[in-house]
DNA sequence: AAATACACCAACCGCACTTCG
DNA sequence: ACGAAGTGCGGTTGGTGTATT
C-alpha cells in the first residue's frame, strides 16, 4: 500500500530546534499531553511535523532524561545487551533508565563500538576479531546455541518491554485522574519507554568487558583510576531502594513480585542489589531516588554464579513465556519442545559441548590465545550475567 | 591565527509494524 | 479483510565544537 509522508514538507522547519519551539511543544503536552502527534504541531503553534515534535520530546525535552556521560555500569550493560540484542536500542534503553534508544546508539557508534574495535574486538560479534580462524564444530556449535538463545531471549526482552510500557500508561492514565501537581514528571516517564532496573553488576566474563576493567582503555573514561572509582554513577530509574537492606524487587505497581528476584540475592554480599519498582499510585512514585550507588560501587567483587537464580529463571520461563508464547508458535516446535528453558540449562551445565570447558578445550587446544579461550571459558558466566541482567528487569508485570 | 581533521550528537529519513475505521 | 493513519525504530546525515597541524 502507498505510505502518506509522515507530514506535509511545505512550510514546515527543520533542522535544529529553537528554545521557543521547546517550550512551546513543553507546554502544549504538559497542559495536553502529546495525543496524536500529526495534530499536535497545528495545535501547539508549532511549524514542525509531528513526527519531528514526537521526536524532540523522546529524545530531548522528556524530563525523565538523564543525560550527560554513561557511568562505566551503563557502558557494561550496553556492552552485554548489545551482545545480545544486536543494533536493538529501543530493547537496549529498555534497561538503562532515562537513557533513550538515540542516546544510546549514539553513544555505542561514538564510544563504545570505536573501543571495541581498537582491541581488536569486533563490535558485531564481540569476539576477537581473528576468532573466526578458530572455529571449529564445538565452538560454531555453542556459538549457534547461544545465538539461537539470544534470539529468543530478544524477542522476550521485546515483548517484557512493550507490556511494560502498556502497564506503565495504564497507571499512568489513572494517576492523571488522580491529578497532583507532580503530574508532569511521572506523566512523561509513563508515557515514554519502560523504566527499567539499572542492571545487576554483573561479572565482567566477556573478553570485552574483561579489559574494560583491566584495559587501559578505563583512562579514556575520564575520571575513572579504578573500576570503583567515585565516577562510577549509578543508573538512575524510578526506583525506590530501601536504605539498608537490598531492595526487592516487585512488579510494575508493586503487584506481581516474582519470588525468582529474591533468590538472586541469597548472598547479600555480592548479590545484585534488589530493586523495588515502586508502583505508579501514590505520591511517592514520581520521586526519584537515586541509591543504590554503594551497590554499584562495589560491581566488581565477585557475582556469585546464578545458578539459583537461573533455575529460578528458567522455571518462570517455562511457566510463562515459553508457555505461553513459544508453545502457540509452530515453526519453532524444535526449540518449544527442548525449550530455551533447556538450552540455556545445558549451556550452564549439563552439555558439554555448550559448556565452556568442551568449546576451550576442542576449539583452542593449539594454544590460541588466553584471551580466546577465555571468551568461551567464561560463557557460562557470561550469559548469567546477561540473564540475571534481564532477570532483574521489570519483566515481571501483572502481564507475565 | 588559520586551516583542516576529527568527534560528537541532535535531528532527519524511511521502512516496518500496529491500530483503527 | 483491507487500507490509511499513526507510531516505533534503526540507519544516516549534517551542524557544531574541539583538537591538531
New binding site residues.
Given amino acids: 500500500?502507498?505510505?502518506?509522508p509522515?507530514c506535509d514538507k511545505v512550510g514546515l522547519?527543520?533542522?535544529?530546534?529553537t528554545p521557543e519551539e521547546d517550550q512551546k511543544l513543553l507546554a502544549y503536552i504538559e497542559e495536553h499531553g502529546?495525543?496524536?502527534?500529526?495534530?499536535l504541531p497545528t495545535k501547539a503553534g508549532l511549524q514542525?511535523c509531528?513526527?519531528?515534535c514526537?521526536?524532540?520530546w523522546?529524545?530531548?525535552l522528556r524530563p525523565d532524561i538523564k543525560?550527560g556521560?554513561f557511568s562505566l555500569q551503563e557502558e557494561q550493560t550496553i556492552i552485554q545487551l548489545h551482545a545480545l540484542l544486536g543494533?536493538?536500542?529501543?530493547?537496549i534503553a529498555t534497561h538503562l533508565p532515562k537513557r533513550t534508544?538515540?542516546?544510546i546508539?549514539?553513544?555505542w557508534?561514538?564510544?563504545l563500538k570505536?573501543r571495541l574495535t581498537k582491541m581488536g574486538i569486533d563490535p558485531v560479534t564481540h569476539k576477537p576479531k581473528n576468532d573466526a580462524l578458530l572455529s571449529s564444530d564445538g565452538q560454531s556449535k555453542t556459538a549457534a546455541n547461544l545465538s539461537h538463545m539470544a534470539q529468543w531471549e530478544s524477542a522476550r526482552l521485546e515483548a517484557e518491554?512493550?507490556l511494560v510500557r502498556e502497564s506503565k500508561l495504564r497507571s499512568h492514565s489513572l494517576q492523571q485522574q488522580i491529578g497532583t501537581s507532580s503530574t508532569f514528571a511521572s506523566s512523561s516517564s509513563a508515557s515514554n519507554?519502560a523504566e527499567a532496573p539499572p542492571p545487576p553488576p554483573s561479572r565482567s566474563s566477556l573478553d570485552v568487558l574483561k579489559a574494560w576493567n583491566n584495559g587501559g582503555w578505563l583512562k579514556s573514561s575520564e575520571g575513572s583510576g579504578a573500576i570503583a572509582s567515585t565516577d562510577l554513577e549509578s543508573p538512575t530509574s524510578t526506583l525506590s531502594f530501601s536504605e539498608n537492606a537490598p531492595p526487592i524487587m516487585n512488579g510494575i505497581g508493586g503487584e506481581n513480585n516474582n519470588n525468582s528476584n529474591n533468590n538472586n540475592n541469597s548472598n547479600n554480599d555480592n548479590a545484585m542489589p534488589m530493586i523495588e519498582f515502586v508502583g505508579s499510585s501514590g505520591n511517592s512514585s514520581s520521586l526519584v531516588k537515586e541509591e543504590g550507588e554503594q551497590e554499584w560501587k562495589g560491581y566488581d567483587s565477585s557475582i556469585t554464579t546464578f545458578s539459583s537464580g537461573m533455575h529460578e529463571f528458567t522455571m518462570a520461563m517455562e511457566g510463562t513465556w515459553v508457555h505461553e508464547t513459544l508453545r502457540t508458535n509452530g515453526s519453532h516446535d524444535d526449540i518449544v519442545e527442548e525449550g530455551f528453558t533447556n538450552l540455556l540449562l545445558k549451556t550452564n551445565s549439563e552439555d558439554p559441548s555448550l559448556s565452556s570447558e568442551g568449546g576451550g578445550e576442542s576449539n583452542n587446544g593449539d594454544g590460541g590465545s588466553n584471551s580466546h579461550s577465555d571468551f568461551y571459558e567464561d560463557n557460562n558466566n557470561y550469559w548469567n550475567s546477561i540473564l540475571n541482567l534481564v532477570n532483574s528487569s521489570p519483566s515481571h508485570s501483572p502481564m507475565f
Avoid at 502529546?34 to 495534530?39: E, I, N, Q, V, Y
Avoid at 543494533?87 to 530493547?91: G, H, K, M
Fill in positions: 500500500m502507498g505510505r502518506s509522515c522547519k527543520k533542522g535544529p530546534w502529546h495525543g496524536s502527534w500529526r495534530a514542525r509531528g513526527k519531528s514526537r521526536l524532540r523522546t529524545n530531548y543525560r556521560k543494533n536493538r536500542w529501543s530493547a534508544d538515540n542516546e546508539k549514539n553513544y557508534n561514538t564510544h570505536k518491554a512493550r519507554k
